[in-house]
């Protein structure tokens, strides 16, 4: 069994100090909009993944008459306690530790796996690649410490690369230069594009069975990686062809002073009935296409740790219909460890459909009380 | 808390060391204040005589004393075994690892556009014109493990391929993005057998 236990809030959003302590299978949380309950789902996620899903800048984290943000939870796993310690300062002094420890942040993403799913993640279906970019690295960061160090290293190269792209004095002996560059954003990037080709196919099969769930298998999903490099389904010609393209875009390189070849103006197609569902679905299809990616990422979280993860569900229910919210609650019930879930509509009738022991929070301008619900049986 | 004006002046000078903070300079401050004054005198004297007296070899570019340094002008050493290093510190871990009987090229630096380094700045002909000059046989690149090592190490290849006869890296066994440093002796020693061609 994995869950978080419990958590204390300090300076975070509207959050100025809270304890709570958490139900180990289900957590209601209601309250009107803006009163505090997306931020709890995001400091629970914070602990995690120790960035936001809703800003990439740290800052906004904390609470406005604070100077920095402090978060200590307590997960459980395998029966241990893992007290997680987050705080991060102003001048952007960000320190984690576990059980006292000193960690780093490519240690800790992989440990205690969260997957949330929020209005925003419609985006992942809506815009353009760089939102998908920042997903499906993120997804792999989360299932391959790997692809995350490559990750680095590769946006390293890229930013060293550019520079020598940029520099007009060294024109002369500028393929001399670059050569080095070359061979590791070859070496990196091909390797890049190999594991997200894995992630992707292994997202989709998953995603697919889910979509059948959600749509009684009226509809289908695929999915299927676009990359700058062609290597037609060979993954081994991948650093062969990355190196030829890198040869015929060179002038454009020199004109645009970066890089016009690689992992990081890749993209992903989502298809709905064989369709881009970025143009041709409706809203409600592409809200269940995101929901299917990330309820896909529960199970590819799932096989890896044997244990579900614990899943933070940010207002979405009121926008399903019935059929749909049943659906989602079966694969919970079947996928999930502890789950979260935030609503300002009633969600009784359904709740009690459940007929699960589970705490309800309520919360009201950034403070929490919370009551415990047992079943019925 | 009020200090003397010159135990303030000591502990904020003692500050200035890397990895020293108030705390363990204070601590040193008054381990000094306890010592004999001869043993002070020597403790600074030793400072002054390392300052002055160490230079960079003008072969390897290695600390050294004289003109040249100990392993450069020690007949005894591999003359066709070459190791490249980043730093001058990097070849004291190496010499303690006891495995490596070569001699030493130190870039004082790696490749990185970002900063300004390139192949100049890292004075690279000179490596090229000793490994020229001297017949060597074997060069062992052991830049650090990270982005701008590895394109260093790639460069060097590169430029060094056609003159000698193996070109190897030691790399892996060191952790991800650390220095050759931090390396402990034991993986130092395995990643010195188990080096790669390249
Ligand atoms: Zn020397």
New interface residues.
Partial sequence: MFYIDNLLIKGFRNYRQQQLQFHPHLNILIGDNAQGKTNLLESIYYLSVTRSFRTNHDQELTHWEEQSLYLKGTFIKNGFNHVVQISYLQNGRFKLTINNDPVNRYDHLQQFPVVVFSPDDLQIVREGPSIRRRFINLEASRLSPKYF?ELR?YQ??L???N??LK?KQ?RRQIN??L???D??LIALGSNIIRYRVEVISDLEKEAQLFFNLMTNSRETLSLSYLSTVNYCDDLLEIPKNFHSALMTKRDQEFNRGSTAIGPHLDDFKILINGYDARRFSSQGQKRTAALALKMAEVYLFKRQNHEGPIILLDDVFSEFDINRKIHLLDFLRDNSGQCFISTAVDLNNLIESLNREHKIFSIRQGCASDEIVRSSS | MAYPVSLKKLVDVLCRFPGIGQKTAQRLAFYLLGCSREDVIAIARAMVEAKDRLTFCVICGSLAEAESCSYCSDPGRDQSLLCVVQEPRDVLVLERTGQYRGLYHVLHGA????DGI??EELKLDQLVRRVEDKNVGEVIVATNP???G??????IA?LLKPLASRVTRIAFGLP??GDIEYADDLTLSRSLEGRREI
């Fill in positions: 160090k290293a390293r190269v930013l060293q690369r520079h020598l520099d060294n001399v230069l050569e080095p560059w061979q590791s | 490749l990185s556009p970002l390139g192949p990270n982005v701008e590895d394109a260093t190490a790639a460069y590169m991800v993005g």
